[in-house]
């Protein structure tokens, strides 16, 4: 671990005025993002950039540059080893547009939240463009003529395939094929982007890098692969092409089905897709990070701030002082993209790592006291481990525990120990989302968080409390709730302390109907909670919930299901819980 204070520590330079201040006369790698640079480790561009600089490389960040022409790209010089593109923390349709395809008027990840350059009356431009990959990528290539464009983050990650754009409503190709880019990295990318910082600088073919995508004529492909297609089923996976899944979208779900199922098992077959004149080329993962591997990704010599360009970022207020201990989740809810991106492997980080930062943290000019979160994609995922190593579903959780899961109750609560017992911490809360199914399981640290831990109110995510609709959700049948309620219930009156739940719930999902809104009403209501935070479903790229809505076919029974894609199905649905619940807002997005 660095021991330079973090008030200390520099950002990476985002002007080449800055990089001349530190005597470099050109640089290796630019980093193009859509969001304003925070350089904090929650933030994956300042991530990625912090592992370049480590292993020798002089990296330079351009944050939400003009778009309307390459100027900003030419004000650096011709990077030495490759460009790469990154849309930011959000993929750029889930940052402009809402489920309903409103045009956002707030952006978390821009400075003073707001999207627009100048006033928010002015709306010249964007920020951040739609598909912000495929315009910087064509920017890149106006300004730096043949050096290598690499595409990476959640956009890229999640559009790699054939995907639906739920603004255009329309299926699309790959945005590797679509953006013409040289390779595109999928997933959290800290092992692929030195691999290909150590090619570029060695003058060395870019293929069959692990957790990358490239993109092959059909000679190519041929020269790589000659033993395509009579060894195909045991070393490739072959997906339906572009021109098949829009002839028949029910492809699409098939194509889906096969995706997820390959990502949770590490599967190390290459998937093949054919996109036009071109075949996406995915090689397989890479290895999940150790935990040895992720303590040291969190002790780079992050300033944890705002580069002075980005003034009063939203996102940045929420989790300044908060600490990533867990990576991956293996909840696999159908909606949500996180198991494709981070993957299903848990890796928790080391007690010792953790407390190192947040010793860190505690010591800076402005920390109020509070450490915000210890957490991740679910927070009491932490130190959870197999006791056979590892399977090829990869679903710990679904339709009930695997007897395999391991869960570390002392480990959890020995962190909260430590973490609480740092000098200058006053509190220490657990923000991020919880599994209630874990916590029944764990009744020591589910005391532990309700006594001391909340804030305010705990955070469930029941989604749905219809059995039909949770299923089609990947999530525990409404047992569980009831079940968790009365636990909370019974602890509550034994601590003597009031207890508030902020329970997050989906509306207008594939297969939901207003009968199903009526019984979440109904449920919620018997159970005393008070729905806060909603939302309507929305069709983001990689999930298989979005392939059900494409369909209208269960991803799991294959039968039809209804689904709400018209707004007035979705507003009427929205307005049962609104109504109910006596709700001021309209549903928050998460």
């Given amino acids: 671990m660095t021991t330079t204070s973090i008030d200390d520590c520099r950002p990476l330079p985002v002007s080449w005025k800055e990089c001349l201040k530190r005597g470099w006369t050109d640089i290796d790698i630019l980093l193009v993002t859509g969001d304003a640079y925070i350089d904090h480790p929650s933030f994956g561009i300042a991530l990625i950039g912090r592992v370049l600089e480590a292993s020798g490389y002089r990296v330079a960040i351009l944050p939400q540059p003009h778009y309307h022409n390459s100027d900003d790209f030419k004000k650096f010089p011709v990077p030495n080893l490759f460009c790469g593109i990154s849309a930011g923390n959000l993929d750029s349709i889930v940052a402009n547009y809402s489920g309903n395809g409103k045009v956002r008027n707030s952006d ?95 003058r060395q073919e870019l293929g069959s890098i692990a957790g990358t995508c490239q993109r092959l004529t059909d000679k190519e492909l041929h020269a790589h692969f000659p033993d ?37 098992a590490y599967s190390n077959r290459i998937i093949l897709q054919r996109q036009q004149s071109h075949w996406l080329v995915q090689y397989p993962a890479q290895t999940p990070l150790s935990p040895d591997e992720l ?13 002075p360009t980005a003034r009063k970022v ?16 293996s909840g696999n809810c159908s909606f ?71 869960l570390d109750e002392a480990l959890f609560l020995k962190l909260l120990e430590d973490v609480s017992n740092i000098k200058n911490v006053k509190h220490l809360f657990i923000s991020s989302g919880l599994r209630m199914e874990l916590l029944l399981r764990t009744p020591k640290l589910l005391r532990a968080l309700l006594r001391k831990h909340t804030p305010g109110s705990m955070k469930i ?53 207003e009968t199903h809104a009526q019984t979440l009403v109904k449920d919620i ?14 069709p983001t790229p990689g999930t298989l919930s979005t392939a059900m809505y494409v369909t209208g076919i269960s991803a799991y029974s294959k039968k039809q299901i209804p689904i709400p894609c018209n707004q007035a199905d979705r507003n009427r649905q929205r307005r049962i819980v609104e109504q109910s619940f006596h709700t001021k807002k309209k549903g928050k997005n998460r």
């Avoid at 395509?228 to 070393?235: D, F, Y």
């Avoid at 996102?315 to 991956?328: H, N």
């Avoid at 569980?480 to 719930?505: E, M, V």
């Avoid at 209501?525 to 929305?538: A, E, H, S």
């Fill in 314 to 329: 939203p996102a940045y207020t929420m989790i300044k002082d908060s600490i990533t201990i867990v990576r991956g989740c």
């Fill in 525 to 538: 209501n018997k159970l005393g909670l008070q729905v806060r935070k909603f939302q309507d479903f929305t």
């Fill in 228 to 264: 395509i297609p009579e060894n195909s089923s045991r070393k490739f996976l072959i997906l339906p092409s572009h021109q098949e899944i829009s002839r028949n979208k029910k492809l699409f779900l098939d194509a889906e089905i096969e995706i997820n199922k390959h990502a949770k």
């Fill in 108 to 202: 978390a990840y821009s400075p003073e939240g707001n999207p627009w350059r100048g006033s928010k009356r002015s709306k010249t431009e964007r920020r951040r463009p739609d598909r912000a990959c495929l315009i910087y990528t064509s920017l890149a290539r106006s300004a730096y003529p043949g050096v290598p464009i690499v595409l990476g983050g959640i956009e890229a990650s999640l559009r790699r395939f054939v995907h639906y754009d739920y603004q255009q409503h329309h299926l699309r190709a790959s945005f590797l094929t679509d953006a013409k880019a040289d390779l595109l990295v999928y997933g959290m990318g800290e092992k692929s982007v030195r691999e290909i910082a150590w090619r570029c600088e060695n």
């Fill in 295 to 307: 303590d040291i990704l969190y002790h780079y010599p992050y300033s944890r701030k705002p580069h």
């Fill in 336 to 406: 949500c993209a996180i198991t494709n991106h981070q993957g299903p492997a848990i890796v928790s980080r080391s007690r010792k790592s953790i407390r190192q930062e947040c010793e860190q943290v505690s010591r800076t000019k402005d920390f109020s006291g509070t450490i915000s979160d210890l957490g991740g994609p679910t927070a009491n995922l932490y130190g959870t481990h197999c006791k056979i190593g590892s399977c090829k579903k990869h679903d710990c959780l679904y339709p009930k525990l695997c007897p395999n899961l391991i």
């Fill in 461 to 513: 995510a029941p989604e749905h409390t219809d059995d039909e609709l949770l299923e089609l959700m990947h999530k525990e049948p409404h047992t569980l709730l009831k079940a968790f309620i009365a636990d909370c219930k019974k602890i509550s009156r034994d601590i003597g302390r009031k207890i508030t739940f902020t329970p997050y719930i989906i509306t207008s999902h594939p297969g939901s109907t």
